[in-house]
């Protein structure tokens, strides 16, 4: 609590207030790509790109970091934080429309994220998983701390749903004494990055995905098959996946390629810590120390038969796009990006000769 307090700032947030909504007023980018007219668009993909500048120029310098010898009292490291979220997040979270607490978004956008808050009582944390962001190895741990596996490293496939709490199945006051006392957490990564992974992931490897989503993708959106009825759902290429993506509700969509914004809702929830896969081991451990979890429970290695998504072949599948296209995906992802600070992708056409 205290900590996210130290790093928020009145002098950085009312600068990068003003220069985001001179630009693009928050209703319009709350309401998502759907309904917004590509002006809008175009003008909130240049507003995050400021404010991402800003970050670059020094915003942050403003920012006061907890004093050393505070940490050094709590046994810390210094906390590890993905910074720009609680500067330019919260900034971005304190405008007019945005939701303050879960209980002012609408009932559906409510369940979603409740149905991703698990809870641990015993060391009271609320832990937000986002799919394809190490959300298994979470669960793992969540597990072992409730005593309902021995190890984290125990050989079995992972049940997404057993011995879990979800924040869901608690009534309204329970939930609120949770929200307000608790730790809460959640893990964050390149937005094209998890939308590589889930659909390298889902569309290469698991056949129920590919008879549920690629059969109708492959109906949509490849010439002439709209009829056929031998279609297994089984060769969905990246191209495709994005077309669909581009006419899916942001709301609506399937959990794996759900803005990261909609599954956890970081402005109606005020997070205490937002870790990312790009430091996943070091923000673990941070996150592990600070809800005093035993010192045997670990944060689980990769597995073997994990394939990392490399920067060359995320540039490779975004290139395999007509750039145009990838410019319209862009915002659909547009909060993820800005929240979490995230450079958008670069979309030129030179890029790509690279
Ligand atoms: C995009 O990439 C091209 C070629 O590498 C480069 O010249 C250009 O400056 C980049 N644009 C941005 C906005 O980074």
Known sequence: MSERLLRRSDGVRSVSVTS??????????????????????????????????MIEKGMLNGVETPSPRGNARRGLQKPLFKEPLLTCGTTMCSQK???????????????????????????????????????SNWKRVLKVLSGALESVDVNI????????????????????????HYFKFMFVREPMERLLSAYRNKFGEIESYQKKYGVEIVRRY???????ASLTGDDVTFGEFVRYLL?????????????VYNLCQPCAVSYDFIGSYEHLERDSDYVLQRIGAPPFVRFPERQTWYKPVTTETLHYYLCTLPQKLLRELLPKYILDFS????PLPNTTIEHCRH
């Not at 006419?247 to 803005?259: F, I, L, Q, S, T």
């Open 339 to 342: 929240l979490f600070a995230y």
């Open 222 to 228: 490849r010439k002439g098959r709209a009829k056929e």
């Open 97 to 135: 429309n945005m939701p303050r607490s879960i209980w002012s978004l609408s009932p559906p956008q409510r369940k979603t994220v409740l149905q991703h808050i698990l809870v641990n009582d015993e060391y009271r944390f609320l832990y937000c998983y986002v799919p394809k962001v190490a959300c």
């Open 157 to 180: 496939k992972m049940d997404h749903r057993s011995d879990l709490l979800f924040l869901s199945s608690l009534k309204p006051e329970e939930i609120s004494y949770r929200l307000k």
């Open 20 to 53: 985001f909504r001179s630009a693009a007023s928050p209703g319009s980018v709350r309401r998502g790509s759907a309904v917004l007219p590509s002006v809008l668009t175009f003008l909130v993909i240049v507003a995050s790109g400021g404010l991402l500048l």
């Open 247 to 259: 006419d899916e509700d942001a709301e609506h969509m399937n959990e794996h390629w759900m803005p």
